[in-house]
């Protein structure tokens, strides 16, 4: 079986959305982010950015479930920190893991100016607290597991266009 969809997860400041919206440039495959619904949502509801715990649990599942589906049903490239996960048994998916450096991680948040300003204490804080709602929601077990999924790529030192290279040529080689 071909893959039809492509979803991208990663720790907080991996290069996910970065990689994800250079593919759908390269693909011409269309593109949803979990990130931006959820920012969207906190900010509607003045929940400040880097407190996504605080997002009701039922609009944490129902936005899942969406990805989940487009995943299932949609030729579409999906960046969502939970999808790869619930993906996992979906041959017809990629799924792809990005990995960094927890202080080069920290640096690209520092670093950020398009959202919101971020402290090493909330990028460590942010990890923690989407682990606890998985747990608390899904699993007691890390969805960020690479057995999850079918190409892991450590983006420390890895330029954002090859690591969105290296994506397009695993799709394609099943494509």
């Known amino acids: 079986m071909s893959y039809r969809s492509i979803i991208i997860s990663g720790p ?15 693909l011409k495959i269309p593109y949803k982010s979990a990130g931006d619904f959820f920012r969207e949502y906190m900010l509607s509801h003045n929940i400040p950015l880097p407190q996504k715990e605080k997002i009701p649990d039922d609009v944490e599942k ?20 939970y999808t790869g996960y619930f993906a996992r048994d979906m041959d017809h998916v990629l799924k792809v893991l990005l990995t960094c450096d ?5 640096r690209r ?49 890895t330029e954002s266009e090859n690591v969105a290279e290296k994506i397009v040529q695993r799709f394609k080689e099943k494509g």
């Open 109 to 157: 948040a520092l670093e950020r100016t398009h959202t919101h300003k971020e402290t090493a204490e909330d990028v460590k804080r942010r990890d923690a607290a989407h682990d606890a709602k998985f747990r608390k929601l899904y699993a007691d077990e890390n969805f960020l597991d690479p057995k999850f999924f079918d190409l892991v790529i450590d983006t420390t030192n």
């Open 12 to 26: 907080v400041a991996s290069g996910s959305t970065t990689a994800a919206k250079l593919l759908n440039q390269k």
């Open 62 to 81: 129902k936005v899942d479930d969406q990805m989940t589906e487009l995943a299932e049903n949609s030729f579409i490239i999906i960046d969502g920190l």
């Open 102 to 106: 927890e202080d080069e991680r920290i």
